[in-house]
């Protein structure tokens, strides 16, 4: 399965680097999900659960309170104030 980097940044540092499969998010316009590969965009992110897919199949969730969503070809950035693992 493809993998492709996934940072999550908040003004306390980093809170998450790692390769990944799958990011379950909740932007401004809906539920989405970013596999590896995905187009290009940006978007604003509300609060709520997170879901990050490992390619073992195991998959950790967190809660961000917002913020900003980067998608690139190889890589996506999460901006969030606050990004907390259950």
């Known amino acids: 399965m493809n993998t492709f980097k996934l940072t999550v940044a908040s003004p306390d540092g980093n809170k998450f680097c790692d390769e990944i499969t799958k ?33 073992d199949g195991t998959k950790k969730t967190a809660t961000t309170d917002g913020g900003l969503l980067t998608v690139d070809k190889d890589s996506v950035t999460l901006l969030s104030g606050s990004f907390k693992f259950d």
Do not use: Y
Not at 29 to 36: D, F, K, T
């Open 23 to 55: 990011l379950d998010v909740r932007g401004t316009e809906g539920e989405l999900a970013v596999m590896a590969g995905h187009v290009s965009f940006v978007t604003s992110v509300v609060k709520c659960p997170c879901t990050i897919w490992f390619e």
